[in-house]
Nanobody, 123 residues
Framework: VLLVESGGGSVQAGGSLRLSCVAS????????MAWFRQAPGKEREYVAA????????NYADSVKGRFIISRDNAQNTLYLQMNNLKPEDTGLYSC?????????????????WGPGTQVTVSS
């Protein structure tokens, strides 16, 4: 299993970024996926999850209404559209593969993780 994120960068507050996660080594469309982030000196934080077919999406309260998680099973790719970014969104964003089909905020449900892509939001 391999997960590779891209799309991070440095933006000013209020800006947008779109993260991508390309998956390989497993049948992408049969597992839920999620995004987590970790800021320096802080614990890893759940961001959003999506079920295997994209029909169910769940967001952390801190990003609800600003971030959109989506997936393209034909392209084995997970996305995170981030709008109206805030300095507190700064962190290393990683995608993760769920052991099941639904996707929740519990990190123990996820068995494979990508190395992450850095997002830095300045005020």
């Amino acid at each position: 299993v391999l997960l590779v994120e891209s799309g991070g960068g440095s933006v000013q507050a209020g800006g947008s970024l779109r993260l991508s996660c390309v998956a390989s080594g497993f049948t992408f469309g049969t597992y839920a996926m999620a995004w987590f982030r970790q800021a320096p000196g802080k614990e890893r934080e759940y961001v959003a999850a999506i079920s295997l077919n994209g029909g169910r999406k769940n967001y952390a309260d801190s990003v609800k209404g600003r971030f959109i998680i989506s997936r393209d099973n034909a392209q084995n790719t997970l996305y995170l559209q981030m709008n109206n970014l805030k300095p507190e969104d700064t962190g290393l964003y990683s995608c993760a593969k769920d052991v099941g089909a639904v996707g929740t905020g519990d990190s123990y449900e996820y068995d494979y993780w990508g190395p992450g892509t850095q997002v830095t939001v300045s005020s």
